[in-house]
């Protein structure tokens, strides 16, 4: 599944930046080319940015990549006796 994944991530990115260049070299007369183009380069950033982030989620789960730094949050408990 992750190889699919990792498939959609590369061909949205190619997407955002194939129809962001259309978009901005796109001529001022034609807007619909240019708003099409737009919409589709958002779109491809959009599910370029969820499927790196479904990646980044699976390598730290596996152990492939070392989990963020998380702020250590148990001395609230202690100032304030509830759970954060």
Do not use: P
Not at 3 to 31: C, D, H, M, R, T
Not at 56 to 84: F, I, M, P, W
């Amino acid at each position: 599944m992750m190889k699919i994944i990792a498939i959609i991530n590369v061909v949205a990115w190619s997407g955002f930046w194939a129809f962001g260049y259309l978009a901005f070299s796109a001529s001022v007369k034609s807007e619909g080319q240019m708003t099409t183009a737009a919409i589709c380069a958002a779109i491809g950033a959009g599910i370029g940015i969820w499927t790196y982030l479904q990646l980044v989620r699976h390598a730290e789960a596996t152990g492939y990549a070392k989990r963020a730094n998380r702020a250590d949050l148990s001395h609230l408990e202690e100032q304030y006796g509830e759970s954060v």
